[in-house]
């Protein structure tokens, strides 16, 4: 009887993941609406939102749905709900203010009043998911947390700013603005240095 060569072990294929792809992309758009956030364009100025925004849409829904497959539960359900979410409601809105400028008109105000009404009830609904996520998140990792925390803090400033109650854009701005600069470098140091898969 002929012995049967034993394989040598392979070594285990480096892990993925989305997140780090998911949180440049997403990091990328807050960035590209810095002139929106701060007042520096007009309504209409939003257009070119739409390259952006739809080259990386579906991106975004292909990460999230890894993430869902690999088990990344909190990541999945924040950019499920808020990043393909929020991201989908900018582009269509830059595509309302194109099909108004295409024709030669302004968008009614009418229009732009029941925008405001329904954009600040949307945002808050939006800081009571990010503000108890950035809870859960400041147990384990504190900048995390803090960074999450400050767009939700911009989330909820975006309610009174959108009523009419009081303008709290800038602090919107700050706050959103943070986040934006936090996915990004964390993004780029987990590509650079991956975490080794646990033996």
Not at 9 to 22: D, E, G, K, N
Not at 31 to 56: D, H, K, R, Y
Not at 166 to 179: D, F, K, P
């Amino acid at each position: 009887m002929s012995e049967q060569a034993i394989p040598a072990p392979t070594a285990a294929p480096p892990q993925t993941s989305a997140v780090p792809l998911c949180n440049m992309i997403v990091g990328l758009l807050i960035i590209t609406q810095f002139p929106v956030m701060f007042g520096m364009i007009s309504g209409e100025q939003t257009i070119w939102l739409l390259p952006w925004i739809l080259c990386a849409y579906p991106m975004i829904i292909i990460c999230v749905v890894k993430m869902f497959r690999d088990g990344a539960m909190m990541d999945a359900t924040i950019n499920g709900v808020l990043s393909v979410v929020l991201m989908g409601q900018n582009a269509i809105s830059a595509a309302i203010w194109l099909a108004y400028s295409s024709q030669g008109t302004a968008v009614p105000p009418e229009v732009l009043g029941g925008m405001a009404l329904i954009n600040g009830v949307a945002f808050l609904a939006g800081a009571c998911i990010l503000l108890p996520f950035s809870y859960l998140l400041f147990k384990g990792n504190k900048i995390a947390g803090v960074c999450v925390a400050c767009a939700g803090i911009g989330f909820l400033s975006l309610f009174p700013t959108y009523w009419g109650i009081a303008n709290l854009g800038l602090v919107a701005g700050i706050g959103l603005t943070i986040l934006g600069v936090f996915l990004l470098i964390p993004a780029g140091v987990l590509l650079l240095f991956p975490q080794k898969p646990a033996e």
